[in-house]
């Protein structure tokens, strides 16, 4: 049956269908019987619209039922409805499956993005009636931060000092890490300890650190160190090295600190990790491949430490910055300058006091403002648009040939 047919019955049957029961109702009416005709009308357009097989539908529908005397509710009808009453059964039914779908990702996706917001204004609230506790005496001692020289982990060094907690600072260069020992503990009256170590060595540096770490009371560890490309590249144009590295100082050694001081913590029952991974673990982000993987690492490895260590009232946080104005993003900087990016790059100092405030109230958090709306601005979207956004920034910040491979 073609549209166009399909019409002609239909205005034929609705023309038939209107006064049949006007008819009936002159004829039935002095035997106490009622007609009642109720016509929905399908516009002409909506109708030709509709897919050939509902157009088939048997569309108009007879109820005769026998009025009981005196009985004013159950009047006998006869119903005329030309509906397409299946299309509208499966319209409604499509409707409420996407309507479901709907409410379920936006409840998923509220909860996921104001959990932290939320939970930062309960733990506030709290702290205005309970008695305040020191960083010190509610977790321990010492804050051990790795790769505490420079960039975030220094801004995070500084913060934790403010709080009066004792500080080890880890890292490379001897005179960075006691330059900034020496500016902490002249500010902020704490004691500090220095230890060098080269992450990417790998297995090595661990035993020394042992012997230092595990005699000390440590209540933080912020798990900060780690290495970016020094632009963005294809995964062959990475020297083989620097792949060794990124797995060593990203991964390895998240893993290896926690491995360590988990246990003492435990015993303590008290103590707080932050683990540092970042935004690009959001998607997978092509030509910062390496570098994002390892952070996914840093960031499942953080959320399930947390639920492991829970009923210990040991706290593990995940952090998940957005671009910080540090050596690592440096190159980002030079990449647009006529742009001024640099300009638009979140400060350390603001970013570690956002990040700071945080700390042992939220289990996640982007540590910034801006960075959790970009957060929840990529969760609103499928993966395959988060992976075609990482791909067009990190693009743009390749070199125009490419980069010469050097093992
Ligand atoms: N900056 C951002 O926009 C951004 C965004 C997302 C995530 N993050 C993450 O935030 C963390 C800190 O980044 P950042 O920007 O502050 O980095 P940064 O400015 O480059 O500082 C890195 C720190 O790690 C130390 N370090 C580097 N390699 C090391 C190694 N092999 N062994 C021991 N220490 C080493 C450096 O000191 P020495 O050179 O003296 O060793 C320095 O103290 C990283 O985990 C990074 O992935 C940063």
Sequence with gaps: MTAYMALEAYMALEAYMTSLPMALQKE???FGFEVRCTIVKIKYMVYNLLPEFVRMIDWDDFNIQERKKGDKHSSNYIYKSVTVRVCCTMMLFICSVLALIGAYC?????YDNLRTPVSLIVHTLLQTILPKRKFGAKYGE??????ASDGIGKGYAEYLAQKRMDIVLIARNEQKLNRVANEISNKYSVRTKVLVADFSEGQTVYDHLAEELLPLDVGILVNNVGLSYERAMCVEELPRKTVWDLLNVNVASVTMLCHMLVPSMKQRGR????????LSAS????????????????RNFSMALHEELRPHHVQVQTVLPGFVQTNMTAFVANE??????????????DYVRYAGFTMGKTDRTCGYWTHGLQYAGLKLVPECIRILVMK??????????GVQKVD
Aim: aromatic share 10%.
């Design 28 to 30: 039935l009416s002095p």
């Design 106 to 110: 936006s409840v998923c996706w509220l």
């Design 142 to 147: 010492w804050a051990v931060i790795t790769g």
């Design 271 to 278: 103590g707080l990790i932050v683990n540092i991974s970042s």
């Design 283 to 298: 998607a997978p982000a092509p030509y910062l491949t390496v570098y994002s993987a390892t952070k996914v690492f840093v």
């Design 336 to 349: 647009h300058k006529e742009r001024q990016v640099a300009k638009h790059l979140v400060q350390v100092e």
């Design 392 to 401: 067009t920034i990190y693009n743009s910040l390749r070199a125009p040939h």
